[in-house]
């Protein structure tokens, strides 16, 4: 037969007690961290993954590109004769 101590029992509930209120201001902590690292990255206005490689692969092309013509310009410079300054 189990003999029922108040002591015991008040220490159960006080430790049950205990652990929940630390659950609780651990979920607020960690909502209110959220909430303001989220505001933070808002306001720094940065651009999404897929935008950034968009206008990296434009900016190849364009580089190339003016490579390209660079190179047809000195070409035809070249055939009609005109002296470029590098």
């Known amino acids: 037969m189990q003999n029922e101590n108040p002591f015991f029992d008040g220490l159960a509930k006080l430790l049950t007690d205990a652990a929940g209120a630390a659950k ?4 607020d902590i960690e909502a209110f961290v959220k ?8 306001d720094m ?7 950034f490689e968009a206008v990296k ?6 580089r190339s ?3 390209r013509l660079e190179a ?3 070409e035809l ?4 004769g005109v002296k470029t300054n590098p």
Request: glycine residues 2%.
């Open 35 to 42: 909430q303001k690292l989220e505001k933070m990255l808002a």
């Open 45 to 51: 206005d940065l651009v999404h993954r897929e935008e």
């Open 77 to 80: 410079e070249r055939r009609a």
């Open 72 to 74: 047809r310009l000195t």
């Open 57 to 62: 692969a434009m900016a190849a092309k364009a």
């Open 24 to 27: 609780g201001a651990r979920d």
């Open 65 to 67: 590109e003016n490579e």
